[in-house]
C-alpha cells in the first residue's frame, strides 16, 4: 500500500486516501491519520455497474460502503412484486446503517458507482472508540432524514411540473459534490418508470413535464437520458 508521512501524528497517511470525497467530505473525515490507516487495513474498492443489487431487503448487514462515484437506488418491494424507489444516495454517502442486524431496504447502482467497503465489524468497532466519527455517522443521518421530510413536501403538495423540476435539481445538486457551478450537465440515473415510480406520476407525466422543461430552455436533453442545465437558479425556481 502507497503511503505519505504525515508529520503532525508521525506515521503514514494511505495515498489512496488523500484525493477520497468520503476521506474529507463523509464519515472519513472525522478519523485522525491513525484510525484511518488502521480502518484501510480493511476496506476494498469495488466498481458495481448500473442494475447490480449491492444490498438485498432483510438480508444480514455483512459491510457497509463509503458511496465514491455514482448514484445508488433505494427501494422497498411489496410482496405481489410492485416497487416504491423511497431514496437516492451519492457520494460521499454511507451505504447501510450501523449496528442494525439486516438491511431494511434494497440498494441497486442506478449508474456506474465506485464503492469502498467496509467490514461491518471494522467500522461498528471505530465507532465505539470514536466519538468524532460517532458524531459524523448522526449528522449524516439526520441529514438523511431532514431530506426525507422535505421530499414527502414534495410528493405530498408540489404540482406535476413542481415534482419533475425538483427531481432534476435534486440530482444536479448531488450527483458530482465537488461541482459548484452555476452551470451543470448529467446522465440521468434513473429510467422515466423509476423517476415516475420515485415521483408518483406515470411515465407519460414525467416525459410530458420533462419536454416542458426542455422547451422553455430550463434543461437540455441529448438522447433521452443526457441533461444539461444552463442555470440552477431557474431551474430552481421551478421546484415551488
Not at 467530505?25 to 480493511?42: D, M, R, V
Not at 458511496?67 to 445508488?72: A, D, E, F, P, T
Not at 448522526?138 to 421530510?149: F, I, Y
Not at 465537488?178 to 407519460?204: K, M, N, Q, V, W
Request: aromatic residues 4%; negative net charge; contains cysteine.
Amino acid at each position: 500500500m502507497q503511503t505519505v508521512r504525515n508529520d503532525t501524528y508521525n506515521f503514514e497517511t494511505p495515498v489512496l486516501c488523500q484525493s477520497c470525497a468520503a476521506r474529507h467530505q463523509g464519515i472519513c473525515g472525522a478519523l485522525n491519520p491513525e484510525q484511518l490507516l488502521e480502518l484501510t487495513k480493511s476496506t476494498r474498492r469495488v466498481r458495481k455497474q448500473a442494475g447490480e443489487e449491492l444490498m438485498a431487503d432483510a438480508m444480514p448487514i455483512s459491510s457497509y460502503a463509503n458511496v465514491l462515484r455514482g448514484v445508488i437506488k433505494l427501494s422497498k418491494v411489496l410482496e405481489d412484486g410492485r416497487q416504491q424507489v423511497v431514496g437516492l444516495q451519492f457520494a460521499p454517502d454511507l451505504l447501510g446503517r450501523p449496528f442494525a442486524a439486516e438491511s431494511r431496504v434494497t440498494a441497486e447502482a442506478a449508474s456506474e458507482v465506485d464503492l469502498c467497503i467496509i467490514p461491518k465489524p471494522a467500522l461498528e468497532s471505530l465507532l465505539t472508540q470514536s466519538a468524532a466519527l460517532e458524531h459524523r455517522v448522526m449528522m449524516q443521518a439526520l441529514r438523511e432524514l431532514d431530506e426525507a421530510r422535505d421530499w414527502m413536501v414534495t410528493l405530498g403538495r408540489k404540482s406535476a411540473a413542481e415534482k419533475v423540476a425538483s427531481f432534476l435539481y435534486l440530482i444536479a445538486t448531488h450527483i458530482d459534490p465537488t461541482d459548484r457551478e452555476p452551470e451543470t450537465s448529467f446522465d440521468l440515473p434513473l429510467s422515466r418508470a423509476d423517476i415516475g415510480d420515485f415521483l408518483g406520476l406515470t411515465i407519460e407525466t414525467v416525459s410530458r413535464q420533462m419536454s416542458k422543461l426542455k422547451a422553455d430552455g430550463v434543461v437540455e436533453i441529448v438522447n433521452y437520458r443526457h441533461v444539461s442545465v444552463p442555470d440552477l437558479a431557474r431551474l430552481r425556481l421551478r421546484c415551488g
